[in-house]
């Protein structure tokens, strides 16, 4: 990483850190923190572009900045059993399983499309 993209990426991480300092404090943040993180997040996005490899658009990246700053927004989208379902925020698009027995939550990915379709509790099979 060149010197200009650490500098851009440290403006864009004190930016954050100040959006989380007003969001504990219960104050509005101010128009001008708005402002300097889109122009971050622009500063990224022509980055990503320079080195061509496939992008999130800047809607998505936006949205998961939001959610890691103000949380998910979660949604159940498929329930498997009373303690296994699908989840997914309806903001950044992320999906997750969760098990209540086990108090587990991580990432989904074909495994678990995998392993539900292998043990007969997706839905409609």
Known sequence: MTKPEMLR???LL???ESLV???KQGEPVPVYLFDELSKCVELLEEEILKVKKPRVGISQLIN????AIFRHEYVVQRVFSPTNRK???TRCGCEWGMNDSV???IPWDGEL???YKDT??????
């Open 64 to 67: 998961r900045m939001v959610c």
């Open 14 to 16: 004190s930016a954050l």
């Open 87 to 89: 989840v997914r925020c």
């Open 120 to 125: 007969g509790q997706w839905p409609g099979k």
């Open 21 to 23: 300092v007003y969001r």
């Open 103 to 105: 108090r587990s939550f």
């Open 9 to 11: 990426l440290m403006r």
């Open 113 to 115: 499309d995998q392993l």
